[in-house]
């Protein structure tokens, strides 16, 4: 099993990847591989479609995906937001039903606004949401900040236990012969007329 990490961050060894890092240590020790991938930099620099073609054929060989992004004016970052909106778009039918988990780190505040903008990603496409003990944030100024915030640190570690048996149980479920359920076609409905 695999799960890849989105580090939405233009400082690719930041608060982000920090928190991810956590993250993927507690899922390593689970028996869980992990990638971390760099959006950052990438995202807004002509790389964009490379970026998301790339992202897309990960995601053919994992299992479950974290997005990963610092906290800017309560939002994500620019340049995740700009990758998720083409990701989601071409890469929706290689991460449905895949379980998911958005991770946000801050100086001060705008974690749980920044939450809800990833979250919508995860649920647009049917992944099963992760969760943590508390919200799944961390504070910090830069990565040595974090590793001094202990309750984050603990939500981190929780996050890869938690997802690491959700991923067992679906492998066991799928052992039991439970199906996964049928992507339905989407209805559209416009509301002018």
Not at 49 to 56: G, H, I, K, R, T
Not at 142 to 161: A, F, P, Y
Request: charged share 25%; glycine share 10%; aromatic share 10%.
């Amino acid at each position: 099993m695999k799960v890849i990490l989105f580090n939405g961050s233009r400082n690719e060894k930041g608060s982000t990847y920090t928190a991810l890092n956590i993250v993927s240590e507690e899922l390593k020790a689970n028996g869980i591989d992990t990638e971390i991938f760099w959006v950052g930099g990438r995202a807004l620099s002509g790389e964009i479609d490379a970026l998301v073609d790339e992202a897309v054929e990960k995601m053919k060989g994992a299992d479950a995906l974290v997005l990963g992004s610092p906290v800017y004016y309560a939002s994500p970052s620019g340049e995740l937001i700009a990758f998720l909106d083409r990701f989601y778009w071409k890469g929706e039918g290689v991460v449905r039903f895949k379980p998911a988990a958005a991770v946000t780190a801050a100086r001060r505040a705008g974690t749980t606004a920044c939450l809800d903008v990833l979250n919508k990603y995860i649920t647009y496409a049917q992944q099963p949401v992760v969760t943590s003990r508390y919200w799944n944030m961390v504070h910090g100024s830069n990565g040595n900040d974090v590793l001094k915030d202990e309750e984050g640190i603990q939500i981190m570690k929780s996050l890869g236990r938690n997802m690491a048996w959700i991923l067992k149980s679906i492998e066991a479920g799928k052992a039991a012969g439970v199906a996964q359920p049928e992507a339905e076609k989407k209805i559209f409905t416009n509301f002018i007329r």
